[in-house]
């Protein structure tokens, strides 16, 4: 019989907990090398646990110094401690005072979990499971309590001491020169929402005023000298605290509401309730050191936090399974923020393509995972494109389901039911059901099945009739460990265009197949009927891409040409585009890769033009049209045996030929764009962004001069979004004048460590052979740092996920390249060796011989004699 793998933890496994811990006590004396934590424990024993159950704890690489139960030292006999785990063999069967005394050292914390110090600050990460790392305790998001935290510190050192919830009490402790603050967080929550900061920080404070009259205090806490950066973020978060009373009715519960920027940060940020911990790059923004995606990003992360305040930290979940009953529906919430925000179209084009970049290979690949995985080795490894994204997206189809009404009824019977509850999605789903009456059961398919479905559609018309038959068949392949999965529901969006590009209002027959006009797709095969169509329409799929699917609707190119000119649906002409768009480079790359001589087709050529000038549309938008499929999306779209070299080349080549039909247009927009003052409106962000474009096409076409047009535009820009889309094409097509480029940059930015994370990205994302050494040289510039994960991911991350032809090199350096690095990280900071290791998640889909070197640089690090668990886990799953 095969024995289980012990260190997997499984969904089916789950129990409540044995014992609760209601109330935690926290007093933490800070020192750079010797923390002393006092942590007091009110235990009690479960109503279902048998008096003198054994507790177990759980710790991580603690040091014990202490251990009392009413005031009592404990027996050395009466439990066993490991640094990972603390047993107390025969805990009092009444509630109990447990006292523990660890002993940790923040300063040598490179792992970034638990009590660390960034740059001098101590901070703390507790998700998942860092909590543990700092005292022994029941860390798992189902043990809720209510904490009070005591913080002592050096007062010359750490100036600022901050906690959760409201500050009650704080002081200097006299002739130590230490000082204390005591904070108490009313509010019952799981250990992984715990936070502390200690530093020498400045802020910036506002007030926000809720709908119900209550005053919170806000701040916003930096480096010192960095404030006049933060006035973006307090706006986006006041922002948000209105956008949530508005369009959920949830008001915020503290008195204070608190962001701390600190620079070394394994992921973007972290909700802990009233104590919000972000990576200093999505707080810091001004115009001289910002894109305009950074601001856009700036404010979707405070959103998202700030809207984790309910769904998260009010209503957690009961185990890490659950993970994206917060994190899909927190996503969900922030894109509905932004898009209320900015261009709700543009909006959904942009998250669409993050969704297909990132979610969708990792769905067909090694990695593939249900949106609630039921199995894992290491909980980190889960914070996901699918648990994220795709669980949003299971969100959205939620509520195009029921419509808005319901959605909000289903919204608000969750909050009201399970505010204070470690909850599961099926209880979420549960209230969506009650308030529609609808049953949702093959739609929580969407939670447990791996794969991107894929939707065939095949459309008959019958002129005789008026009759269009549409077949719609979906196919879910197997992935890891699902072989063979039932249908799913599938809500496919429809419209119909007639003949002068009108919109049609048809609706099939048979009422329950449809919402409104949204098909209701729940059989593998199923076909709908639209009656009153004398001559064909052309039908538009999958509008506002209302599934997490791949389309084949096999439309002809003119089809796909007419819905570009004429589909109400935005991102269906936007969709249109890059369908044709594909299709031609797919064409050109199967041409070269067979040595074929082949020249971009004209008429694809001639449709991009009339959009790039057609005033009617938004910059915004057209810049998205104007944005080609990307690299991995041909990758993805061609499936296996990919070629990465010819497919850069293909792209090149239609690139040049946009560029050159229509060069004398993109350099009279590059003049005329964009010459307002700079405001980080969604306009003027989207005349920008089409000004890069324009740019970036002037690069590659035959104009003579394009090489001194770029140069300026740089030399010019006064915003970050400017100089950089300029010194991007400068130095990515390799013109006269990008070095120079390159060294002003540096100059101007050396001081500024995220404006130079954006010149290590631009280096290693230029697709020429000569990059790899270029981005080895830069591991030993000044201004990197491997202990950085934002410069780590500026350079590295950027070339192994950004830079797909030269990561994938045919001589397998670039997979040398990034093993070494793995290595090299993985003891030291194994979260983000793991992230890195995942850049090979798609190796399989490559042609034989890249496949095969790639494969040995994964098993070598497999070989490895010590490696972390999440960078195994994410290796092993690779090769399995
Ligand atoms: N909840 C955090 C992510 C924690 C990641 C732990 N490895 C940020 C967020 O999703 O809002
Ligand atoms: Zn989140």
């Not at 279902?48 to 159950?53: C, L, N």
């Not at 935005?570 to 064409?587: I, K, V």
């Amino acid at each position: 019989m095969a024995t289980q793998d012990q260190s997997v933890v499984r969904l089916e496994d789950y129990q409540p907990p044995a014992y609760r811990i209601d109330a935690v006590g926290l007093d933490v004396h800070l020192h750079p090398a010797e923390t002393r934590v006092t942590a007091k424990l009110a235990i009690h024993r479960a109503a279902a646990t048998a008096p003198g159950t054994p507790l177990t704890l759980d710790g991580d690489g603690l040091q014990l110094e202490r251990v009392e139960i009413a005031g009592q030292a404990l027996p050395a006999s009466d439990y066993a401690v490991t640094p990972s785990s603390l047993t107390l063999h025969e805990p009092p069967s009444t509630p109990f005072e447990l006292v523990l005394e660890t002993r940790l050292n923040p300063q040598a914390n490179t792992a970034l979990m638990g009590l660390y110090r960034s740059s001098g600050t101590y901070c703390t990460q507790c998700e998942a499971e860092g909590f543990r790392r700092i005292t022994y305790f029941l860390d798992r998001p189902d043990v809720l309590s209510v904490y009070t935290t005591r913080i002592e510190a050096d007062a010359a050192e750490a100036p600022v001491l901050l906690g959760n919830g409201n500050l009650v009490e704080s002081g200097k402790i006299e002739g130590t020169g230490r000082h204390f603050a005591v904070w108490h967080d009313p509010h019952p929550k799981p250990a992984y929402l715990f936070a502390l900061v200690a530093g020498n920080l400045a802020s910036i404070k506002d007030r926000f005023v809720t709908a119900s009259g209550r005053a919170v205090e806000l701040g916003i806490y930096v480096e010192p000298g960095k404030e006049s950066m933060c006035d973006w973020a307090m706006d986006s978060l006041k922002r948000s605290m209105t956008w949530d009373e508005q369009v959920f009715g949830l008001e915020y519960d503290l008195e204070v509401f608190n962001i701390v920027a600190v620079s070394d940060f394994n992921m973007g940020a972290m909700e802990n309730k009233g104590l919000n911990i972000f990576n200093d790059k999505f707080v810091l923004a001004d115009p001289e050191t910002a894109t305009d995606q950074d601001y856009a990003h700036v404010e979707a992360v405070i959103a998202h936090e700030y809207f984790h305040n309910w769904t998260g930290n009010r209503i957690t979940c009961r185990d890490w399974f659950q993970l994206c009953l917060k994190e899909g529906l927190t996503v969900f919430r922030d894109q509905e923020f932004s898009s209320d925000m900015r261009s709700r179209p543009v909006k959904r084009i942009a998250d669409v393509r993050l969704l297909k970049s990132h979610q969708f290979p990792e769905d067909a690949g090694p990695l593939a995972h249900p949106v609630r995985p039921r199995a894992y080795r290491e909980i980190n490894n889960f914070y996901t494109a699918t648990v994220y994204e795709k669980g949003a997206e299971v969100v959205r189809m939620l509520k195009t389901l029921l419509g808005d009404a319901d959605f909000r009824a289903g919204m608000d019977l969750y909050v009201s039911r399970h505010d204070g509850d470690a909850a599961t999605i099926e209880q979420f789903l549960a209230c969506f059901a009650e308030v529609s009456g609808m049953d949702l059961s093959q739609f929580a398919l969407w939670y447990d099945l791996a794969g991107t479905p894929r939707i065939d559609a095949v459309p008959a018309h019958d002129p005789a009739t008026g009759t269009l038959s549409l077949t719609l068949t979906q196919t879910l392949g197997p992935t890891p460990n699902q072989p063979d999965k039932p249908a799913m529901l599938i809500p496919v969006r429809i419209g119909f265009i007639g003949a002068n590009g009108e919109e049609l209002e048809v609706r099939p027959r048979g009422a329950d197949q449809v919402r409104s006009d949204v098909l209701l797709l729940s059989q593998r095969s199923q076909t709908f009927t639209f009656e009153g169509l004398p001559s064909r329409p052309v039908l538009s799929l999958l509008r506002g891409f209302s599934a997490p699917v791949t389309l084949n609707a096999s439309q002809s190119p003119a089809d796909l040409l007419f819905q570009l000119r004429h589909d109400s649906d935005p991102f269906n002409r936007w969709q249109s585009a890059q369908d044709l768009a594909t299709r031609e480079l797919m064409r050109l790359y199967a041409a070269l890769r067979s040595g074929d001589a082949v020249t971009a087709d004209t008429a694809l050529v001639a449709a991009i033009g009339e959009v790039l000038t057609n005033e009617a549309l938004d910059q915004a938008f057209r810049a998205q049209v104007l944005n080609l499929p990307g690299e991995a999306d041909l990758a993805r779209e061609i499936g296996k045996d990919v070629e990465p070299d010819h497919i850069l080349a293909a792209r090149r080549l239609l690139r040049a030929a946009i560029g050159s039909a229509h060069a004398r247009q993109f350099a009279d927009l590059a003049e005329t764009l964009g010459r307002k003052p700079f405001s980080p409106s969604a306009a003027d962000a989207g005349e920008r962004a089409l000004k890069g474009l324009c740019l970036g096409y002037l690069a590659v076409s035959e104009q003579n001069d394009r090489a001194a047009i770029v140069t300026r535009h740089a030399r010019e820009a006064d915003n970050m979004t400017d100089r950089l889309a300029a010194l991007t094409v400068l130095v990515h097509e390799r013109l006269d004048g990008a070095d120079d480029a390159l060294a002003a940059f540096e100059a101007r930015h050396a001081g500024h460590a995220l404006a130079m994370d954006k010149w290590f990205t631009v280096q290693a994302t230029s697709p020429h052979a000569a990059t790899l050494t270029q981005v080895d040289t830069l591991t030993r510039h000044a201004a990197f740092d491997w202990s950085n994960p934002n410069r780590v991911r500026a350079l590295i991350g950027a070339f192994s996920t950004g830079n797909q032809s030269q990561f994938t090199r045919a001589d397998g350096a670039g997979f040398v390249f990034l093993a070494d690095v793995v290595e090299r990280l993985d003891q030291r900071n194994p979260q983000l060796a793991a992230r890195l290791v995942s850049a090979f998640r798609s190796w399989q889909a490559l042609e034989r011989g890249r496949a095969s070197l790639a494969e040995a640089a994964l098993s070598r690090i497999a070989a490895s004699a010590i490696l972390s668990r999440d960078t195994r886990d994410i290796v092993e799953r690779c090769l399995a």
